[in-house]
């Protein structure tokens, strides 16, 4: 038989938490006027410093250059996400490596996410690109950039069977 040995009552409620509950909300509210009251008279002491809110800004413009999580298939060490910026830029600079051809856009379709501000597997990238006018072989080419994005995602990765869509969107001269 497990005996109580803390100190009070060990259940919720009681007159005097009613009373300790008022009275702390009491004193938030207090605080929530007090500071409403400061910061429309423009005091300093609720203010954000000009640093913070420059640091704040700098976070938000990063946060919004390198785009949402991406989850990524687990590895031996455990479960891992990256940035849309770093997605993106491999499947770019894949592209850019295979000669003859240009990189435009890049989009890509993933699985549904775990959370907010998250993005699921990857399923689907459509890569737009501009070829070299004096490609004999279009079609060819084309699916040399698949193969190559492909293979980059596979060993970078581990993002097998993944479909990559290449649109011709313009042709260019070298």
Do not use: K
Not at 18 to 27: I, K, S
Not at 60 to 73: I, L, S, T
Not at 147 to 162: G, I, K, M, P, S
């Amino acid at each position: 038989m497990a005996v109580n040995t803390m100190d009070g009552p060990s259940r919720h409620g009681g007159p005097d938490d009613d009373e300790a509950t008022r009275l702390y909300l009491d004193q938030i509210s207090a605080l929530h006027r007090d500071w409403d009251e400061l910061e429309s008279r423009g005091d300093d002491s609720v203010q954000l410093s000009r640093r913070a809110r420059s640091a704040l800004t700098e976070a938000v413009r990063a946060d919004a250059r390198h785009g949402a999580r991406v989850q990524m298939p687990p590895t031996d060490v455990g479960p891992y996400s990256l940035t849309e910026l770093a997605l993106r830029t491999l499947i770019r600079d894949t592209v850019d490596d295979v000669p003859g051809v240009v990189s435009l856009r890049t989009a890509v379709d993933h699985e549904p996410g775990a959370g907010w501000g998250t993005r699921g597997l990857p399923r689907r990238i459509a890569c737009r690109v501009s070829l070299a006018i004096t490609t004999p072989d279009l079609p060819a080419l084309a699916d040399a950039v698949r193969q190559a994005v492909r293979a980059a995602c596979a060993r970078e990765f581990d993002l097998v069977d993944l479909v990559v869509d290449v649109h011709i969107e313009d042709l260019h001269e070298n």
